[in-house]
């Protein structure tokens, strides 16, 4: 028993011993075994980071100006709800967490690594077109505490014009440090493919864009004689898709992944541009503007309330669509008191296009293989033929279509918005703008490989050359006849049709001048003032006690001199 | 002491005994405790004398009596009894009947010691054996519901298996886990449920608390303030759920050798389903429409919002061959059918090429929906000791297979416990336990629905199952296309057919689980005890969730088919060495102290490790080499949490008890403020101890005086102190990515410290009444905010911090009272106990509100002045004076910020107290439970009911012909408030102005709930039957669990159960994304022992 006891004594020591050797008195656990340190950042890793990040950033802002301005449907009834500030948080983290976090980290790796002059200043001219885009949404907003958490962890916001004088120099450094001897260029490009000729004018572009906001006229004219920048589609500034998903990506268009689904188009179209690209001015023939067919692809031929064709009189047999209560309710109820004559479009669009007004936000019928749905441009669906077919998974291009970011017909409508301003001929770069996106709106064709892309002439749906010239003739014969007014609502609708799929550009336009007023009207009779700035993401105003969430979405950027909007609907714009 | 002084009696007695004449009678018998087993050392005494003796180890006795004289039998934790002795009188076999208010009550405290109930000075809740065995849930979790005050148990919803949320003393801390800790036989036991995905995506996983078998249970004590758990150290901050299983007990064995065995089977039912109106059928603005909505024309043809004149039903439009009353087969028109599928379209035709009709009814398939589960268990236990009580042994055997009330969703499990204990010599002992635990869990998913389908990528059996319209019988309408396919009756296929969820999506959990400890004893003398004891406790858990190709979520990936398959595996390994001294006592007994100092280890280890496949190949082959896509599932998370410890204590004439107690903490996640120490002191005062004079056998007969101070934190989880890179292969196509990740490290994260005082009385009054009161007020400094929002500008979107304070107090009051008492065999019980837990957040730092829980827009918050887990989302807007705004068209308009710039405060979801209230009647062996429990006041954001109320199917919608107006005030221009008299329809007035509302506060509703809770009746078979047969003991009861609620402040016809959290295990409360009915049980158990 006494060796028993020895044992025992032993045994417990032994215990102690294992006890105190055991791993789990180890108490230096601090690295997470989930994701890499910092120090194993790399350069080139960022650089697709943050040029994917930025295509993500402009699509989602560009779509946001869109709905405003009628190049898509706002479905909520009031601009208020439309705009909540939860629904920008996304485009807020892609900015600040994102972008400018991995700018930052990239940028001391570039330094550190030499000679790296060309991603400094692509992110630099990304970040400015980023910062600029942020002013133009939300007005005031953090720039210089951003971005350094440990001296700032409640950033203040900047004044809107110090923030665009900041990118306007940041934008001058950019195309300096594209000059640096040495530099070495990106492991990949995604848009220019390492040509930085393209780059610096793209930087250029972008310095006018944010001229013509600040109406700095002589900067303007200065960089516009220069003649460098992005003038021919060669230059466009663009993101590419791909028909590619699987589990870890989509990276089919965003538009594509909405309509191309074995359920049907989920997306609504703006009643206003398919009406308005359908019926077009005067002079114009039935067949509207030549890039409809590539922007909208119909699987309807009759809307229930509108005309199957609307260049037959409605008396016609069967070119009276019936009214649908379950599938498009509207068609059964009477226009808005409040809307003006009938000339502006409600509920249902002639010739089978099925959309929703402007501001319309009901819920949703079984309509999604009645709707109209994106084309085969910007998103790469379906050209519409008069197939009149239901959409589907993988049909058209795949989604293997772009956002546009910059296009040479854009740099023209602004040069034309510069002239038509300042009294200078506004008419050649407005013919200019219309050719040139014509022209590249119809290139998309082909990419819908189950498209009869015969001419109108064969049989086909494609428009003649002599289609288009009688179009763009029509408009500048109109244009140049037509009083101040016509000339800026004709300005305006052509700035419209040409930032389908981007509507940034747009909602600034809007915002300077007011055009055009053929705009339709909120559908709800008290959708209360226009959109003068976005409130603050909730993300963003919910918890930084320096900066409060704006009162309505009435506050105006500091660019906007126009005449404020008012809760009641009057006021700045004229279509509200 | 007590076999030493009866024995003094013995021989005084024998002395006596030699002076009496009276007519004397040895009376022998056997005395056993109320479950029939023998009961060793009961005192029997003579009335009136010192004669007396005690019961032997088998329960026999012997004594010598008086005609005339009455015998007393007494035994600590029973009745007192008394039997006279008559001339005839010869055996007395007695069955003694426990005292459910035992005074002097031995408990578990922290690290298992036992101590008097009345040493301490703090509150505990004993809930014995047999509150917790034979019932009809499996999920020991959801037995303990109502059992005790200031604990609360929210379930997921009702099926078998689902998630639990355990709240001792409400929630201190919005951060890590509020969830009490779980220690069996004195080991830490993981109680996580780890869901699929989040609970937008996923929220079908279990707790693994279930792997429990609550027949294998002989005691659980609760301790719920920082003083009584001080010792566990951080993890014991949420209170300590201490189980003592009949396995792991064998040293407190009455008997040589207990044999049990109980079986049992119950009905699973769905609780109850909403009252559905069978006046209108699908539709919107009273005109008909394969919708989700159940606004459509009335099943009735002519008159006001009939049929007769809707052309799709009235035989006069639509397609050829229409008659009235009937419509269009949805598969004949659907639009879907038409793009994809022609062909099966055309099998909805007739020979003349009219489409086939469908009539225009109510149909009733929601309520065909639901089966009836059985719950069967087997449970039983073996245990014994030697002789000389030197080795002991238990064994359990436990199965439960428990079928839940929805298709597909089953749980099985089957525990093995093996246990032992040897004394080697005088002064070393070994103890050791074992438990496997197979535990298989099936469920079809369910995920958080807002009203239309799932709301997350996955799909969910709820999601669109409750709306269906009422004219819509899904038994009749075929679910599956040719290829596999979901089909259903809406026009583009949006919802996914309920019973194709059934068949083609799978979600389950199979874990295997082992847990044990070995501890070695050693004793120095009669004071000094060493004691070391390892233990662990592990589990793999085998996760899978699939869905055949062709589902209808809308999510692309889902809709392709998908496999993913991860395992779990998580384990804790403790180790616990501690030197201690009991029973010194000084100046003649009258200072007693104990002592006891100790160290501990624990790691916890985390490892989840997976495949994501998509694409599936071949329809309803599930191999990942069956599918095109593959990803990757993978968490990896290890912590160390090392403590030292102490306690003293001390008594004075065992009526003033003093304890102080101490650990020290130390984590290895964090590099600097890594370690705390906690403080920890009580004092127990027993007055009538000390005043003899207060005490009276029909007035206050014990009370004790309590007050507590205790300190507890917690650390932050997970590696919050370091900030990295999200890497990632196919940044973009092929392009590997590394960004910032949206997290950024706090080296500076400090533990979060609770203080807490409590204060508590324990009385029994007039033999019958017990009493027990407590008071406590606790205080949170530091909050730790693990993933705090911070401004996105800052270039991260979340970090850890420190912020702030919650001041937080409660009450629990717990009274029994023995209404009848041994009157004539009956017995009469009322227990009641009664919670109330406050809080009120005071400090958040800078911050206006931080949102921790459920959405940025709509979830929980802490923001000051507001309790802890208030809900704040959008609001109706409102005028500077409060009234509500109606717009132009009749509508509500909503606003997020309220007059302060602040998301608004819509509801405390925290109760205003919870009360249950338990009725026992007992007569012989019969006996008769009821309890009720009342939840009064708190808020939930419900789904369920803004659904249903908004698309117009309950009785609550069925008079909808005329016109609504909605109070409130409308705005003009210039700011001028008018009443608003703007007449709406039926779908603006619930389905505009209710969920589908921008305004979260039209889906606030009272959760307040009348609960009859459970009801039991058991016979116990007189040990006289039992005589002759090998059992001690046989018991027969029936029960039945939630067979009635009353929501009573939702609308009736939707009958709400409240008791649901779409938010899982986290600390998101409040909130219903529907998530599912709860279950009512009822059936039957044996309990036999031998």
């Known amino acids: 028993m006494k060796n028993l006891n020895k044992i025992s004594v032993l045994l417990i020591l032994l215990l102690g011993l294992t006890f105190t050797s055991c791993e789990t008195t180890d108490l230096d656990l601090i690295n997470d075994p989930n994701q890499i340190t910092v120090e194993n950042g790399d350069l080139e890793r960022y650089m697709v980071a943050i040029q994917v990040d930025f295509a993500r950033f402009a699509s989602t802002m560009g779509s946001n100006g869109a709905r405003l301005v009628r190049i898509e449907q706002m479905s909520a009834g009031s601009y208020v709800n439309a705009f909540e500030p939860i629904f920008t948080n996304y485009e807020w983290r892609l900015a600040y967490v994102n972008m400018f976090s991995d700018m930052k980290n990239a940028a001391n790796l570039a330094i550190e690594k030499g000679s790296r002059g060309n991603h400094i200043a692509v992110m630099k001219i990304l970040k400015a077109y980023t910062l600029i885009t942020l002013v133009d949404y939300f007005g005031d907003v953090p720039r210089s505490e951003a971005n350094d958490l440990s001296n700032f962890p409640a950033p203040s916001v900047d004044p809107g014009a110090d923030v665009y004088a900041f990118a306007i120099a940041t934008l001058t450094e950019a195309r300096q440090e594209l000059d640096l001897l040495g530099n070495l260029n990106l492991g990949t490009d995604y848009y220019y493919n390492n040509n930085f000729d393209q780059w610096k004018k793209l930087a250029n572009t972008l310095l006018m864009q944010a001229y013509v906001n600040t109406n700095n006229t002589a900067a303007f004219n200065a960089l516009a004689n220069g003649n460098n920048f992005i003038s021919e589609t060669a230059d466009d500034f663009v993101w590419e898709y791909t028909a590619l998903i699987n589990d870890e990506i989509d990276a089919r268009a965003p538009g594509y992944q909405y309509d191309y689904t074995s359920g049907g188009a989920t997306s609504y179209k703006s009643d206003y541009l398919m009406n308005a690209m359908l019926k077009d001015d005067a002079g114009i023939g039935s067949d509207g503007d030549p890039r409809r067919r590539y922007y909208f692809f119909r699987q309807n031929d009759c809307t229930p309330g509108a005309l199957k064709d609307y260049t037959v009189a409605p008396e016609v047999e069967g070119n009276q669509c019936a009214v649908d209560p379950e599938r498009l309710f509207c068609s059964t109820s009477p226009r808005p008191a409040h809307y003006p004559g009938s000339e502006m479009v409600y509920c249902s669009v002639d010739n089978g296009y099925w959309g929703r007004d402007h501001g319309f936000g009901g819920g949703i019928p079984p309509d999604t293989f009645k709707r109209t749905a994106y084309g085969v441009y910007p998103y790469a669906g379906n050209f519409d033929d008069n197939r009149f077919s239901s959409v589907g998974l993988g049909q058209g291009g795949g989604g293997a279509g772009i956002t546009p970011i910059y296009l040479a017909s854009w740099s023209h409508l602004m040069r034309a918005e510069m002239a038509l301003a300042n009294g200078g001929e506004a008419g050649t770069h407005l013919r200019k703008a219309m050719e040139i996106s014509i022209a590249k709106v119809m290139s998309f064709g082909s990419k819908d490989g189950d498209a009869n892309l015969a001419t109108t002439d064969d049989g086909g749906f494609v428009p003649t050359t002599t289609t288009v010239n009688n179009y763009i003739n029509t408009k500048m014969s109109n244009f140049g006849s037509g009083n101040a007014e016509y000339k800026w609502n004709t300005l305006g609708e052509q700035h419209l049709v040409a930032h389908y799929g981007n509507g940034s550009n747009s909602y600034n336009y809007y915002r300077r001048t007011g055009y055009p007023h053929t705009l339709q009207w909120t559908v709800e009779p008290a959708p209360g003032g226009f959109v003068r700035s976005l409130f603050y993401p909730a993300d963003e105003a919910n918890v930084n006690p320096n900066i409060l969430q704006k009162p309505n979405v009435g506050v105006q950027v500091f660019w906007d001199n126009n005449p404020p909007s008012s809760a009641a609907g009057t006021g700045f714009p004229y279509a509200n | ?1090």
Do not use: C
Request: proline share 3%.
């Open chain 2, 1 to 1090: 002491m007590r076999t030493k002084f009866s024995g003094i009696l013995t021989l005084l007695l024998a002395f006596v005994v030699q002076l009496t004449f009276a007519q004397e009678k040895t009376i022998s018998g056997t005395v056993s405790d109320n479950s029939g087993l023998p009961l060793p050392g009961v005192n029997i005494i003579v009335k009136g004398t010192n004669n007396g003796t005690q019961s032997d180890f088998d329960g026999n006795y012997t004594v010598n009596v008086d005609v005339g004289q009455t015998i007393v039998f007494s035994y600590v934790g029973f009745y007192t009894d008394e039997r006279a002795v008559t001339a005839a009188t010869s055996n007395i076999n007695l069955q003694m009947s426990e005292d459910a208010a035992v005074l002097e009550e031995v408990v578990v405290t922290a690290l298992g010691i036992k101590k008097e109930k009345k040493a301490l000075g703090y509150a505990v809740s004993s809930i014995k054996e047999e509150a917790i065995k034979d019932s009809p849930e499996t999920d020991l979790t959801r037995v303990l519901q109502g059992k005790t005050a200031g604990i609360e148990i929210t379930t997921a919803n009702g099926m078998s298996g689902s998630a639990n949320k355990v709240i001792i003393r409400g929630m201190n801390s919005f951060s890590g886990n509020n969830n009490a800790l779980y220690v069996v036989d004195g080991v830490p036991y993981s109680s996580d449920a780890n869901a699929a995905g989040n609970f937008i995506d996923g929220n079908s996983g279990s707790s693994r608390s279930f792997d429990i078998d609550p027949n294998n249970i002989e005691n659980i004590d609760i301790l719920k303030g920082l003083a009584a758990t001080t010792l566990y150290g951080t993890a014991g901050r949420n209170g300590v759920i201490l189980i003592t299983t009949k396995a792991g007990s064998t040293s407190n064995m009455k008997a040589k050798q207990e044999v049990e065995v109980s079986t049992s089977y119950f009905f699973n039912e769905v609780a109850s389903l909403p009252d559905y109106q069978d006046k209108y059928g699908g539709g919107f603005d009273q005109a008909f429409g394969w919708f989700y909505s159940n606004w459509g024309p009335g099943f009735y043809e002519d008159g006001l919002g009939g049929y007769g004149s809707d052309q799709a039903l009235n035989g006069q439009g639509g397609l050829p061959g229409a008659t009235s009353g009937t419509v269009a087969h949805p598969y004949a028109t659907s639009a879907f059918l038409a793009a994809n599928y022609p062909d099966y379209q055309a099998t909805w035709y007739q020979e003349n090429g009219d489409a086939k009709r469908y009539d225009w009814k109510p149909r009733n398939s929601v309520e065909q929906f639901f089966r009836t589960g059985g719950v069967a268990s087997i449970s039983t236990n073996f245990r014994g000791r030697s002789e000389d009580g030197k080795y002991n042994y238990g064994m359990s055997f436990g199965h439960v297979n428990d079928e839940g009330f929805t298709p597909g969703n089953q749980i099985t499990r089957t525990n093995l416990t093996i246990s032992g204990g040897a004394k080697l010599t005088n002064k070393l002992s070994v103890r050791g336990s074992m438990t496997y635990t197979k535990t298989d869990f099936k469920t079809p998913p369910v995920a958080a629905s807002y009203g239309s389908s799932a709301g997350g990528s996955g799909s969910s059996i709820f999601g669109d199952l409750f709306y269906t319209p009422r004219s819509i019988d899904f038994y009749e309408l075929p679910f599956e296309l040719p290829d596999g396919s979901s089909i259903y009756y809406r026009d583009d296929n949006a919802i996914q057919h309920p019973l194709w969820t059934v068949q083609n999506s799978k979600f389950s959990q199979k874990v295997n689980r082992v847990n044990g400890f070995a501890s070695i004893d050693y004793n120095f003398n009669d004071n000094i005890n060493l004691r070391y004891q390892g233990s662990v406790d592990t589990y793999s858990e085998n996760n899978v969730n699939s869905q055949n190709r062709g589902g209808r979520t809308g999510n692309i990936i889902t809709d392709s088919g998908i496999y993913n398959t991860w395992n779990n595996t998580n384990l804790i390994t403790d180790h616990n060495l501690v030197l201690s001294g009991n029973n010194y006592s000084f100046f003649n007994d009258h200072l007693g102290f104990n002592f006891m100092a100790g160290a501990t280890s624990r790691g916890t280890k985390y490892d989840r490790i997976g495949v994501n496949s998509s694409d599936q190949q071949v329809f309803d082959f599930f191999a990942h080499e069956g599918f095109v896509n593959h990803g990757y599932i993978e968490y990896h998370e290890e912590r160390n949490i090392v403590g030292v410890y102490g306690q003293l204590g001390f008594d004075f004439n065992n009526w003033i008890f003093l304890n102080f107690s101490g650990r020290q903490d130390w984590v290895s996640n964090t590099e600097k403020n890594n370690t705390l120490f906690y403080p920890s002191t009580s004092v127990s005062i027993i007055p009538t101890s000390v005043f003899s004079g207060i005490k009276s056998e029909n007035g206050l007969n014990y009370l004790k005086l309590r007050a507590g101070y205790g300190t507890s934190a917690n650390f932050a989880t997970g590696y919050p102190t370091v900030t990295g890179l999200s890497l990632n292969t196919q940044g973009w196509i092929d392009n590997t990515s590394n960004t910032t990740n949206s997290f950024v490290g706090n080296p500076n994260i400090k533990p979060e410290l609770f203080t807490e005082f409590e204060y508590g009385i324990e009385a029994k009054l007039f033999s019958r009444l017990n009493i027990d009161l407590t008071y406590y007020t606790r205080i949170t400094n530091d909050l730790i905010i693990q993933t705090a929002p911070i401004p996105l500008s800052t270039g991260a979107a979340f970090t850890s911090t420190n912020i702030g304070e919650i001041e937080s107090w409660g009450i629990e009051a717990i009274a029994d009272l023995d209404i009848l008492k041994r009157s004539e065999g009956f017995n009469w019980n009322i227990a009641v106990n009664f919670t109330t837990s406050e809080s009120k957040v005071t400090d958040i730092g800078d911050n206006d509100l931080i949102m921790y829980a459920g959405f940025t827009n709509l979830g929980n918050g802490a923001r000051v002045g507001y309790p802890l887990g208030s809900i704040f989302g959008s609001r109706i807007k409102r005028t500077s004076t409060g009234e509500l705004i109606v717009d132009g068209a009749g509508n509500y308009e909503s606003e997020d910020p309220d007059e302060d710039q602040i998301l608004s405060f819509l509801g405390d979801p925290n109760p205003d107290f919870v009360m249950n209230y338990t009725n026992t009647f007992e007569y012989k062996g019969w006996s008769l439970t009821m309890a009720v429990n009342h939840t009064s006041g708190g808020v939930i954001y419900s789904t369920t009911i803004g659904t249903l109320m908004g698309r117009g199917l309950t009785t609550d919608t069925e008079d909808r012909l005329s016109t609504y107006i909605l109070p409130g005030v409308n705005v003009d221009a210039n700011g001028v408030t008018t009443v608003n008299n703007t007449q709406i329809n039926n779908s603006n007035f619930y389905f505009d102005n209710g969920f589908a509302s921008p305004a979260s506060e039209l889906m606030i509703y009272d959760a307040s709930v009348i609960r009859l809770r459970e009801v039991s009746f058991g016979y116990s078979l007189p040990t006289k039957m039992l005589d002759k047969t090998p059992f001690g003991k046989v018991v027969f009861k029936a029960s039945a669990y939630n067979m009635w609620y009353n929501a009573y402040n939702t609308p009736d016809g939707i009958n709400f159960d409240p008791n649901t959290t779409a938010l899982g295990d986290g600390n998101g409360q409040g909130f219903d994304y529907l998530t599912g009915p709860s279950s009512k049980r009822y059936g039957m158990s044996v309990n036999l022992s031998f």
